[in-house]
């Protein structure tokens, strides 16, 4: 599973960005697919993420201001973020959770998010 992320970029607080990440490869053994971050000196967390279900999981800081989405052909994953605080100011990486017997983490380049107050 290869996955490539777009969409960061200089934002002001307040201000809205919407990642996507494509995946390519062997698709049909993507489980979760989701989105992480990682800020200068902190250790890297889920932001949000979707399983093959619908099902949709969000850190307790993002609820209510990040949406997490994909496509019907679970090729995209989407993140709109809203109402951005400059604390959401991280590396945004794009990950999966693949495998048909065992699960395999897959990771995207990250897209920075820079928002400024």
């Known amino acids: 599973v290869q996955l490539q992320a777009s969409g960061g970029g200089l934002v002001q607080a307040g201000g809205s960005l919407r990642l996507s990440c494509a995946a390519s490869?062997?698709?049909?053994?993507?489980?979760?697919l989701g989105w992480y971050r990682q800020a200068p000196g902190k250790q890297r967390e889920l932001v949000a993420a979707?399983?093959?279900?619908?099902?949709?999981n969000y850190a307790d800081s993002v609820k209510g201001r990040f949406t997490v989405s994909r496509d019907n052909a679970k090729k995209t994953v989407f993140l709109q973020m809203n109402s951005l605080k400059p604390e959401d100011t991280a590396v945004y990486y794009c990950?999966?959770?693949?495998?048909?017997?065992?699960?395999?983490?897959?990771w995207g380049q990250g897209t920075l998010v820079t928002v400024s107050s």
């Open positions: 979707i399983n093959s279900g619908g099902s949709r």
């Open positions: 990950h999966a959770e693949a495998g048909l017997v065992a699960a395999y983490d897959y």
């Open positions: 490869g062997n698709i049909l053994s993507i489980n979760v």
